[in-house]
Structure formats: C-alpha cells, structure tokens
C-alpha cells in the first residue's frame, strides 16, 4: 500500500519557543533532504502532504521546496505555521492547498505568554486575517 497521507517534519528551527512544542522524528534541516525525501514519498505513491516544523517558513530551501509542492500532482497539501514570517513568504505559502496558522489564543497577551517571544495585537490580527492576502480559499486554522 502506497503512503498516501504524509506528514513531514521540515525543520526543528523555530521564531518561537512554545511551552507546549515537542521535537520529534528526522529532522531535515540539511539543505537538498527535503528534495530527496519529497521526491521518495511521491515515487511511494504520497496523495496528500501535511508540513510542519519547527516553523516551515524558516527551512534553507523552503522557497524552492514550496514551487515543487505546487508543480506536483498531489490531492492535496497544507502547511502549519505560527504565521510571524506570512508576509515575507506570501508567493511560497500560496503553492500550498490549505495554510493553517497556530494561533492559539486570541488573546494577544496570552499568544506572547504560550509562543514565548512578544507578539503584538497587530501581529495577531496579520496572522489571523491575513493583511498579506491569501486568498480567501487559503484556511487559518484556530
């Protein structure tokens, strides 16, 4: 049976220091991993992919990683992030089917406290609303 569902671990490099982030399986921080590793998962017959970190965004080939998601034939992709760095990978972000952002509270104050480095109100309101302009289509997950 082929891996049809995927869920693949980027980077343990984080923009964050959650209280509640746990490190888990390979991480493939080494730049030209996560192309081979792709590119075996979809040989395997890989139909949907989930990426996660770490924060993805922050990988040293997430922009060329991102173009190849979109060129391929899957059923489906999606990317989680804390949403701190939206604006600076629109174009990458948008190759994606669905972008879910970790919010994890609305309240700003204790979004600072749970992610451990001082997120704004209008941080907040970035990540949530996208003032970036994903597309509606695009999820926030909450």
């Known amino acids: 049976m082929p891996f049809q569902n995927c869920r693949l671990i980027v980077t343990s490099k984080c923009n964050a220091s959650c209280k509640f982030c746990h490190k888990e399986g390979r991480i493939l ?3 030209g991993d ?3 590793v792709f590119d075996r998962l979809l040989e395997l017959g890989m ?3 989930q990426v996660t970190g770490g924060e993805p965004t922050l990988h040293p ?3 060329e990683f991102s173009r190849r998601v979109g060129l391929s034939n899957l059923r489906s ?3 989680t992030t804390n949403g701190l760095l939206l604006a600076q990978h629109r174009e990458a972000l948008l190759k994606y089917g669905n972008v879910r952002v970790s919010l994890h509270s609305a309240i700003p104050e204790e979004r600072s406290e749970i992610f451990g480095v001082r997120v704004t109100a209008e941080d907040l309101l970035y990540a949530a609303f996208g ?3 994903i597309p509606a289509k695009k999820s926030a997950q909450l």
Do not use: N, P, R, W
């Open 61 to 63: 080939d997430f922009g």
């Open 34 to 36: 996560i192309f081979a």
């Open 47 to 49: 139909t949907d992919l």
């Open 131 to 133: 003032k970036c302009s």
């Open 77 to 79: 992709s999606c990317i």
């Open 29 to 31: 921080d080494k730049e």
